[in-house]
């Protein structure tokens, strides 16, 4: 008699798109907020204004991530947020994406 071995859990892959396309909108208007409170003109190209140095807190960031609870499905922990905060959009995005996709992982089962 042959046993048979439990199916192996479906992973979904980890929604990137959803994920940088909700953070990138939010963080923009944090950083349209925070320049016009210190008199920086963003420039008007989506490229560019993501480069653009405009200083944002790390407690506003941490607000921000609350945009990305329902598509991760979970609550994100503060520490995923630099403290200090960053000097762009840009910067944001490339210390917080990769801490936020290792935190999905790990709430699926995943190692990474």
């Excluded at 960031?61 to 499905?73: R, T």
């Amino acid at each position: 008699m042959a046993t048979l071995a439990p199916p192996a859990p479906i992973v979904k892959s980890f929604p990137m798109k959803e994920v940088l396309d909700a953070l990138t909108h939010e963080l923009m208007d944090v950083a349209q907020s925070e320049a016009q409170v210190r008199g920086i003109t963003l420039p008007s190209a989506p490229a560019d204004a993501v480069k653009a140095a405009v200083p944002m807190d790390s407690l506003t960031i941490v607000d921000a991530l609350c945009v990305l609870d329902a598509i991760v499905g979970f609550q994100l922990k503060e520490s995923i947020v630099q403290m200090g905060g960053y000097n762009s959009v840009e910067a944001a995005l490339k210390n917080m994406i990769p801490k936020i996709e290792k935190a999905w992982l790990r709430k699926q089962g995943a190692k990474k």
